[in-house]
């Protein structure tokens, strides 16, 4: 796969005659993902292993758990993950790692024989440096949304979250076309899967949110720190 085909963000710092090199010079092998649990170890071959893997379609959730408490994180197009173990033992907090995708996934390879390809073109590491601070950010966000009292708070928070990657405006509001099941969400905020469930309903019940018929949601209003901002 031509990577700056399949992602042309990669080289928006690359003037026409770079991009023509870099879009010829960096292929990159593909791993296909169909919907379901997915082990990062079975995509390690005898060519080397990968030093990452760019998500370029689908949607990839990632569990961490501390015993009986999953912890959920979303990885979508444009994100640089590293899925495998690096060899390193525990030492203080082991915990459980479970990947699955929500959406059949397809993740270009990014081996040395690429890096070394790519060498010529920084402004391509630049820009995943980039989404890497802001994916490194995002995190930071929903760290300070699990922390809100209220579950149907949190719920909202991380809607309104969603839909700045994930959102469309459309004319009944905003769009957020994310298959999420009610498990992913929870693990999301922090909470436990049926108090999400009950918030998501209390959120249906004030107008705040709306259930779409082909999966999602519709997010009505006003996100709620600028709601928060019109009541004062």
């Known amino acids: 796969m031509r990577l700056l085909e399949a992602d042309p963000d990669l080289g928006r710092g690359l003037d026409r005659e770079q991009a023509r090199q870099a879009t010829a010079r960096l292929v990159a092998r593909v791993v ?67 990947w699955s995708a929500l959406a059949p996934t397809r993740l270009a390879i990014i081996d040395r024989p690429l890096v070394l390809r790519a060498a010529p073109f920084p402004e391509v590491f630049a820009t995943l440096m980039q989404r890497s601070a802001r994916r490194a950010e995002r995190l930071v966000v929903l760290q300070a949304i699990a922390h809100l009292t209220r579950v149907d708070d949190r719920v909202h928070a991380l809607l309104w979250c969603l839909a700045e990657r994930w959102g469309r405006v459309g004319p009944d509001g905003v769009v957020v076309s994310l298959p999420l099941p009610h498990r992913t969400l929870a693990g999301m905020v922090g909470a436990r899967r049926p108090s999400v469930t009950t918030a998501l309903g209390q959120l249906m019940e004030r107008g705040l949110i709306e259930r779409r018929a082909a999966g999602g949601w519709i997010l009505h209003g006003s996100p709620p720190a600028a709601a928060a901002r019109e009541a004062a």
């Open 32 to 98: 296909d993902l169909p919907r379901g649990a997915w082990r990062p170890r079975a995509q390690r071959n005898g060519s080397g292993e990968p030093l990452g893997l760019l998500v370029i379609d689908g949607l990839l959730v990632r569990e961490a758990s501390l015993g009986a408490h999953p912890s959920a994180d979303l990885l979508g197009p444009g994100d640089l993950v590293q899925p495998w173990d690096d060899g390193e033992p525990e030492m203080l907090l082991p915990r459980d790692l479970a």
